[in-house]
T-cell receptor, first 114, second 113 residues
Framework: EAQVTQNPRYLITVTGKKLTVTCSQNMNHEYMSWYRQDPGLGLRQIYYSMNVEVTDKGDVPEGYKVSRKEKRNFPLILESPSPNQTSLYFC?????????????FGSGTRLTVV | GENVEQHPSTLSVQEGDSAVIKCTYSDSASNYFPWYKQELGKGPQLIIDIRSNVGEKKDQRIAVTLNKTAKHFSLHITETQPEDSAVYFCAASIPGANSKLTFGKGITLSVRP
């Protein structure tokens, strides 16, 4: 089944403790992206990747890092999480550069930073 | 950059009625307009999309219309059913190196049985 898999689904952590949210897709998509979803703000792009070793900032990149060492994986790294990063996170992938064929989203990771 | 706005923020309809959700976009260069449905506890799922060279597209009970002059596009759902209850996001994409999707804030549609 074609899908984007995120782990974990739920995570509670403390301020300053480094964490990684994994994302993997099995569709051989070139384009991958991370979004965060907050009430009243919709979906905002954090980082995106056009292909292996090619990443760039989205609209809200502060406090986040990403890497794209393999085509299928695109982990999101929070080096020193803070409470304002409490959010619902989605990884997405697309067959074409950008979005002209639509995104496939993962099921989401709900992160709480206390 | 692109700015996408959705109206209204919530919508409640009676089962069997039609629902219309409207979005406006700011950048006339945008050429791709998808709609996503997000059910509780799940990620957004693409339900229909339209490109700027097309004015209308239908898929069973759902349709999308695009007015490039006015820079707005709408999602139409006919014969609504309780399973249509969800959050709906519109989005727009400008062609280019990133071609990212810029999303509206979402609308919660409730279909009353």
């Amino acid at each position: 089944e074609a899908q984007v898999t995120q782990n974990p689904r739920y995570l509670i952590t403390v301020t300053g403790k480094k964490l990684t949210v994994t994302c993997s897709q099995n569709m051989n998509h070139e384009y991958m992206s991370w979004y965060r979803q907050d009430p009243g703000l919709g979906l905002r792009q954090i980082y995106y990747s056009m292909n292996v070793e090619v990443t760039d900032k989205g609209d809200v990149p502060e406090g986040y890092k990403v890497s794209r060492k393999e085509k299928r994986n695109f982990p999101l790294i929070l080096e020193s999480p803070s409470p304002n990063q409490t959010s619902l996170y989605f990884c997405a992938s697309s067959a074409h550069r950008g979005a002209m064929s639509g995104y496939t989203f993962g099921s989401g990771t709900r992160l709480t930073v206390v | 950059g692109e700015n996408v706005e959705q109206h209204p923020s919530t919508l409640s309809v009676q089962e069997g009625d039609s629902a219309v959700i409207k979005c406006t976009y700011s950048d006339s260069a945008s050429n791709y307009f998808p709609w996503y449905k997000q059910e509780l506890g799940k990620g957004p799922q693409l339900i229909i999309d339209i490109r700027s060279n097309v004015g209308e597209k239908k898929d069973q009970r759902i349709a999308v219309t695009l007015n490039k002059t006015a820079k707005h596009f709408s999602l139409h759902i006919t014969e609504t059913q309780p399973e249509d209850s969800a959050v709906y996001f519109c989005a727009a994409s400008i062609p280019g190196a990133n071609s990212k999707l810029t999303f509206g804030k979402g609308i919660t549609l409730s279909v009353r049985p």
